[in-house]
């Protein structure tokens, strides 16, 4: 990446309108805040913009940062329609508090579920500090500009900073929302813009801002071990013995709630049974799991086996075994009957784990009737009245603190790390600081659910696509329902633009816990439908892109105004994009091959062209070009370097995650056996953005599905050779 | 008992268990928290410090074997202003998540020290062993490649001002 032309410069002056404030001071004299109503009517105080006396202006992020830089961009937002200077601006995280609403991240949601919500905040806080300005020099309030967090008077030249304003503007009634009226995007000055994270400095100088870091004063620390085959009982344990072992506190049985361990983010307080161990430090607390020995009761225990679980699906698609139909539209039989060409491949992913650097960990003080937890929760919305049916308190009497995330992904969307450490906590009397080894980590995931699919499609005399089978063989806990992540949710395309559409499923038993892993379903089943639609492409003897516009069609929104559904304009113009910054049908030299893939996934459109040479099984990807329409664009550091990661993190899944599963129990327990791409790997990554002025999506997720289906198509275009199962590994390849 | 001289202070590890690796000895015993844990097994490199100047795991040293061996964390890369990497490392906004980056930094920093010029292969294989799931790695090449230019100013600057001290 070049060095950003377009950052925000550090030309601001704010000395030289400095006033001293006066009112509306805290108790500390020197912090002035304001409130507003709520913007989302619920008729609580919201409370996102302070305004200090030094002109340093502190806005709130609601919601939790792990990474998509959500405790900038939103901020951002507040601040353009506030029209404060950047450089004034202090973001930081806000409590867990009702006023704040849904604080959470996860969806790709963070950025379109507050995007009016913050502009109006923004707004509001403006008009207040213009009212005050008007009142005290008598102007009409009309007359009135800001920038840069200063409000002018053009006519009289009277100009003060907000600092000076706030006090009185706090005082004034809050504006009916319906008063407030909102920019147009030619009017932005920060939106759009490079703008670098507002946590930058502190990471780059090793703060300690993380969920690890948290600390308070008599915490103790606690590792927890669980059954190896999930939802086995501890039965007993060499207690006394590990008692006695150095730094060792206490070691007792946790007996934790009855299973299923489903991903229930929002109801769920559910804790698997297993044994603590409390300790002086983490150390002795991991050093004595050697010397620990647990008796399981094994009866309720998961026996899964992941080759199993595969065998049975692939054989469940052969013989074209249907339980339940998903979606059917049109006439499929004559489609495939009256066709010229029909195409039939399977394929299928496996179970990933999310392996984010930050392994789970949580502080967490339930010894009192003060309860405190200090947590880097993607979810911390749902953590207070799960905790309090847990521990029987009121949910007034816990407090949720916000910490960054060491990576999410979808991982940090469930809470029961918080709840084993509140049970340990509440037994020990203590706060407690319970760590997460990576072995944990890897062993009790709520992991990428295995996907597989049997897909036909029907091609007629004009070369066009008119029929489209799919299949799916889902893993089941109850073989009623699809596990979470697995199977098949109906999307857009194909079912509302092909005419004959079929999908349908089967249920293969699973009971190993599977949840959200960064775009789910989206970022397996894109592999599948769009490989399957280059080598249909392929086998009618047809340019890929091409086939594919045509396929996706010229329909506009599919449901107009749904932000969420498919846009073939917005489709058209980002494959349009990517293959021209590609030089898609360029000469290639012999083993090297450009794939192409599209995916809408989070309301983002994104397509990506992958350059690959192979030799032999060695795969070099050496460029990626990606094409993405979110809409307005926010941050636009912060929209490149989540396209940018996407394509890394997309690779790195690809080449060669798996998790295996024997006897219920999982086989990969740290790095060395579940490899991350590193450094040498990671391809250059070319990111156009398309601003297609629509309203702002999200960008942590959309942009993971399109590129394992483009580098697989660029590998076939390379050598020859079809990857119709991920990972890559399975069938022999590497990314070198 | 181990002394360890840690960003330029010594530490005492009085009855700490000789076998903690000094990761947790700089988090749980000496408050230094920008080392992070990531996998305990020397595969990540979030644990990132230099010993005696050289980058390593500090997930995989022994405290008790550190007596009078220096270590410099992320909190002691420089003192006053930010380091060239450090700088850049804003600028370019390099992070995401962050959790990986000080691991990252210190790395990066150690091979500038050998190397201030490093080649694209030379950065691939000195940061091979630091690992971001974000997918960082092209913001940190190019982080590196700026910080590599600035530093490089700013020695021949130092250089020339040293000899201009002497020959005075």
């Known amino acids: 990446m070049n060095k950003p032309q377009n950052t925000i410069a550090s030309t601001d002056r704010r000395d030289f309108l400095k006033v001293s404030l006066g009112l509306a001071l805290t108790s500390t004299g020197s912090v002035s805040m304001m409130s507003f109503a709520s913007a989302t009517a619920s008729g609580s105080l919201n409370a996102y913009v302070h305004i200090d006396t030094d002109g340093s202006i502190t806005i709130f992020g609601p919601n939790p940062e792990v990474g998509q830089g959500v405790n900038t961009s939103l901020p951002m937002i507040v601040a353009e329609e506030l029209d404060a200077s950047w450089d004034d601006v202090v973001c930081k995280a806000a409590p867990v508090a009702q006023q704040y609403g849904m604080q959470f991240a996860g969806g790709s949601l963070s950025i379109p579920m507050r995007w009016d919500e913050m502009r109006k905040v923004g707004a509001i806080a403006r008009d207040m500090l213009c009212q005050a300005a008007a009142k005290d020099w008598e102007v009409p309030k009309d007359q009135l500009v800001t920038n840069r967090s200063v409000v002018s008077h053009p006519p009289t030249g009277r100009q003060a900073p907000y600092s000076d304003l706030v006090a009185a503007a706090s005082l004034l009634p809050v504006p009916a929302q319906d008063t407030i009226s909102l920019k147009t995007p030619d009017q932005y000055r920060l939106l759009g813009k490079r703008v670098p994270n507002a946590s930058a400095q502190d990471i780059a100088t090793g703060k300690p801002i993380f969920g690890i870091d948290a600390s308070t004063p008599g915490m103790v620390y606690a590792s927890f071990v669980k059954c190896p085959a999930i939802g086995g009982v501890a039965k007993s344990a060499n207690l006394t013995a590990v008692k006695s072992l150095p730094g060792v506190i206490d070691a007792f049985i946790v007996d934790g709630t009855p299973g299923p361990y489903n991903f229930d983010i929002r109801e769920s307080f559910a804790v698997q049974s297993g044994v603590a161990i409390v300790a002086k430090n983490t150390w002795a607390a991991f050093k004595a799991r050697d010397s620990l020995?647990?008796?399981?009761?094994?009866?309720?225990?998961?026996?899964?086996?992941?080759?199993?679980?595969?065998?049975?699906?692939?054989?469940?698609?052969?013989?074209?075994?249907?339980?339940?139909?998903?979606?059917?539209?049109?006439?499929?039989?004559?489609?495939?009957?009256?066709?010229?060409?029909?195409?039939?491949?399977?394929?299928?992913?496996?179970?990933?784990?999310?392996?984010?650097?930050?392994?789970?960990?949580?502080?967490?003080?339930?010894?009192?009737?003060?309860?405190?937890?200090?947590?880097?929760?993607?979810?911390?919305?749902?953590?207070?009245?799960?905790?309090?049916?847990?521990?029987?308190?009121?949910?007034?009497?816990?407090?949720?603190?916000?910490?960054?995330?060491?990576?999410?992904?979808?991982?940090?969307?469930?809470?029961?790390?918080?709840?084993?450490?509140?049970?340990?906590?509440?037994?020990?009397?203590?706060?407690?600081?319970?760590?997460?080894?990576?072995?944990?980590?890897?062993?009790?995931?709520?992991?990428?659910?295995?996907?597989?699919?049997?897909?036909?499609?029907?091609?007629?005399?004009?070369?066009?696509?008119?029929?489209?089978?799919?299949?799916?063989?889902?893993?089941?806990?109850?073989?009623?329902?699809?596990?979470?992540?697995?199977?098949?949710?109906?999307?857009?395309?194909?079912?509302?633009?092909?005419?004959?559409?079929?999908?349908?499923?089967?249920?293969?038993?699973?009971?190993?816990?599977?949840?959200?892993?960064?775009?789910?379903?989206?970022?397996?089943?894109?592999?599948?439908?769009?490989?399957?639609?280059?080598?249909?492409?392929?086998?009618?003897?047809?340019?890929?892109?091409?086939f594919l516009l045509d396929a996706i069609g010229d329909q506009g929104w599919i449901k107009e105004g749904d932000m969420a559904s498919l846009n073939t304009e917005r489709a058209r113009a980002v494959i349009e994009t990517a293959t021209k910054a590609a030089g898609w049908g360029r000469k290639l030299a012999e083993g090297r091959g450009l794939g192409l893939a599209f995916f809408l996934s989070h309301s983002g459109h994104i397509a990506e062209v992958a350059e690959v040479s192979v030799e032999g099984k060695r795969i070099t990807v050496h460029d990626v070009w990606v094409a993405a329409d979110v809409g307005q664009v926010v941050n636009l550091s912060g929209l490149e370097n989540q396209l940018q990661g996407s394509v890394v993190d997309g690779l790195s899944t690809m080449a060669a995650q798996t998790i295996t599963i024997k006897n219920g129990a999982i086989v990969q327990s740290n790095y060395d056996q579940y490899p991350l791409l590193r450094m040498p790997q990671s391809p250059r990554v070319h990111v156009e953005v398309v601003d297609s002025g629509y309203r702002p999506t999200g960008a942590g997720e959309p942009a993971l599905p399109p590129l394992a289906p483009a580098v697989c198509n660029a590998v076939f275009n390379a050598c020859g050779e079809r990857i119709r199962a991920l990972p890559i590994s399975k069938a022999g390849f590497t990314i070198v | 008992m181990a002394t360890i001289n840690i960003n330029g202070t010594e530490h005492s590890f009085k009855d700490v268990d000789p076998t903690m690796p000094l990761l947790w000895a700089l988090r749980d015993i000496a408050g230094m928290q920008g080392v992070k844990y990531g996998c305990g097994v020397g595969q990540c490199g979030a644990c990132t410090v230099w010993l005696d100047g050289m980058a390593t795991r500090s997930c995989q040293l022994k405290v008790g074997s550190l007596d009078g061996r220096s270590v410099t964390t992320i909190e002691g890369l420089s003192s006053g202003s930010l380091h060239p990497l450090q700088q850049a490392w804003i600028e370019h906004d390099v992070a995401q998540c962050g959790y990986c980056q000080a691991g990252q930094i210190m790395s990066a920093a150690a091979l500038l020290e050998r190397k201030p010029r490093p080649t694209d292969d030379d950065i691939d294989n000195a940061m091979a062993g630091n690992l971001c799931r974000c997918g960082t790695y092209g913001r940190i090449k190019s982080a590196i490649r700026a910080a590599s230019e600035t530093k490089m100013a700013s020695d021949l600057f130092y250089d020339a001002m040293e000899a201009a001290e002497v020959s005075a």
Not at chain 1, 519 to 537: C, D, G, K, L, T
């Open chain 1, 293 to 546: 020995e647990v008796q399981w009761d094994l009866s309720s225990a998961s026996t899964d086996d992941s080759d199993v679980i595969e065998a049975q699906a692939l054989a469940a698609l052969a013989s074209e075994k249907m339980q339940s139909e998903i979606e059917r539209t049109g006439d499929v039989d004559t489609a495939f009957a009256t066709a010229s060409l029909t195409v039939d491949a399977t394929y299928s992913t496996d179970f990933v784990s999310h392996a984010q650097l930050e392994p789970q960990g949580v502080l967490v003080s339930a010894a009192t009737a003060d309860v405190q937890v200090w947590t880097s929760s993607q979810t911390p919305v749902f953590i207070t009245q799960n905790l309090s049916k847990l521990l029987d308190v009121t949910p007034e009497s816990i407090t949720v603190h916000q910490l960054r995330g060491g990576g999410g992904f979808g991982r940090r969307l469930s809470n029961e790390y918080v709840f084993e450490a509140a049970l340990i906590s509440r037994r020990i009397g203590a706060p407690v600081k319970l760590q997460w080894k990576r072995e944990d980590d890897m062993a009790f995931d709520y992991f990428r659910a295995p996907t597989y699919y049997r897909l036909q499609g029907a091609i007629d005399r004009n070369g066009k696509l008119t029929g489209w089978k799919n299949l799916v063989a889902a893993a089941s806990a109850d073989g009623e329902k699809a596990n979470y992540g697995a199977g098949y949710r109906a999307f857009d395309f194909p079912g509302k633009v092909i005419p004959n559409v079929a999908i349908g499923q089967s249920f293969v038993p699973s009971k190993t816990p599977t949840g959200a892993w960064r775009a789910p379903i989206s970022n397996v089943y894109a592999f599948a439908e769009q490989s399957f639609i280059a080598e249909m492409a392929h086998n009618a003897d047809q340019d890929h892109r091409d």
